[in-house]
C-alpha cells in the first residue's frame, strides 16, 4: 500500500507542477490594451478653431470619414479572411469557418472617436497620450501650439510616434507643407517641415514626388486585407499626387495603399503606412500614413469625395497597423501556448512542423506580410494540434514491458523481504523477553 501511495503522489505532484507550468506562461504584451477580450484603441481627429485647411475642401467630411472607418471597427470587429481554402479546424476562437472551406481570423474591438476642437486638448494628446490614432483634418497644415517653434512640434509628433505607440494620419496634400501656430496666420514651411520628421528614422532629405499629377493608380493588392472591415471600392483608383519615395527604408512601409509595391524596387507610392521607428528591431513604435492624392476614384472610373474616401482609407490604415499588430502578439502568443502543450504531453511527432511555421510566421510579421502571416500561423496551430505521441515498435513495446515486470516483480520481493524481516526481528524480540 505504501507503494502505491508513493506511486499515487508521484503521479500527482507531476500533474500539479504541469498544471502550475500552464498556468504561468506569460501572456503576450500587447501594443494595445485588451479588455473583457477587446483590443481597446482611442482615435482623435484634429478639427481646431481658427486653423486654416489646405488641400482639403470640406473638414466636416473628414472626419466623416474618419468616423466612418471608426464605426465599420466597431461593427465589423477585425477580420481577415485567409484567401483560399483550406482544411478547417477549430484551433483558437480567433478563427472562424466562413461559407465552403475558408478560414477568417476575427479580433473583437473596441473603438472610441473623439474631435479635438481645443488647442489645449491638439496638445495633451500629441505631449502624453499613447496607443491611439491622430488625423489630421488640416490638410497640409501643421497646427503647432503655443510653448513650440514649428521645428520642435514636429519634433515632439515622432518623438510620440517612436515611444508612445502613436499613430499620425496625413489625409491629404503635400505633408507638413503649411503651418499655424496658435493665435497666428498661416506660414509656409515648404518641405522643411516633412524633412524634420522624416529626420528621425533616417531619412532628413525626404520630399515627396510631383510627378504624373493626371495619372491615377489601382489599389495596391495589400489595402485587400482591410476588405472585410472597411469597404474601400469608393476610392479603387487615385490620383499620383505627392507620392512618398521609399528607397532607402523599404523595410519600413508596413502598408502599401495605392500603387504597386517592390520592396526590392524604389517606385514612390500615392499612399502608404510607414512603421515610425529608428531601428529595425524596435518594438515599440507608432505609424506614420501618408495620403498624397488629390484625387479618389469609384472601381467603376467616376470621381468621389476625396475629402471622405481619403480620410476613411487613411484612418482605417492606421487602424490595421496598430490593431492587427496586437492581434498578431495575442495570435502567437496562443500558437506558442500550444506548442508548450504538446511538448508537456509528450506530443513531438509532427511538432517541428508547428515550430517552422511559427517561425515563418514571426518572418512575415517583421517583414509585415499580412496574408502570409495569418496563413503560416494558422498552419502553426493546425499542427501543433495535430501532434500526436510518436509510436513505439512492438520490439520496443516487449522490452518495455518485459521492463516494467521486472520492476514490479523485484519490488514484490523487497516488499516481501523487509516483511520477513521485519517479522523475525519481532519473533526473536519476543523471545529475547519471555527469556528474561
Known sequence: MKFHAAVCLTFLLISSAVSLSFQNIPKAHCSLQVVNNRIKVHVYVVV??????????????????????????????LSITLPFPREWQNVSSHFLRIEGAYVRASFMTNVSFHLVT???????IVESEYDCVVVNAHGSVIPVPEGYSREEWVDKIAEA?????????????????????????????????LKQLMSHIGEPNLTCNTDNWAELTAVDLHLYILHDTWA???????????????SGFENLVAMPIWGLFDRN??????????????????TSFGFYVHVGTNETRHGNGWKTDKDFERAHVGCATGLWCLVSRTAREIIISETEALIKEATYEGRTE????????????????????????????YKAMVSASNAAKPQTSSEESGVTSVAVAICFVAIGVIVVWQRRKNQDEGETLCTSENSQ
Open 48 to 77: 481646431l478653431d481658427g486653423v486654416e485647411a489646405r488641400d482639403v475642401d470640406n473638414i466636416s467630411k473628414v472626419v466623416d470619414g474618419v468616423e466612418t472607418a471608426c464605426e465599420s471597427l466597431i461593427r465589423y470587429n
Open 118 to 124: 481645443q488647442w489645449n486638448y491638439y496638445k495633451d
Open 161 to 193: 510616434m517612436q515611444s508612445r505607440n502613436l499613430t499620425w494620419v496625413h489625409v491629404g496634400g503635400y505633408p507638413f507643407y503649411y503651418c499655424q501656430k496658435q493665435n497666428a496666420n498661416l506660414e509656409t514651411w515648404g518641405d522643411k517641415g
Open 232 to 246: 474601400y471600392q469608393d476610392a479603387l483608383y487615385a490620383s499620383e499626387t505627392w507620392r512618398l519615395p521609399v
Open 265 to 282: 524596387g524604389s517606385e514612390p507610392l500615392t499612399g502608404a503606412a510607414i512603421a515610425f521607428k529608428e531601428s529595425e528591431n524596435q
Open 350 to 377: 509532427g511538432l517541428d512542423t508547428a515550430k517552422n511555421y511559427l517561425n515563418e510566421a514571426r518572418i512575415y510579421d517583421k517583414r509585415y506580410g499580412p496574408t502570409e502571416f495569418w496563413d503560416r500561423i
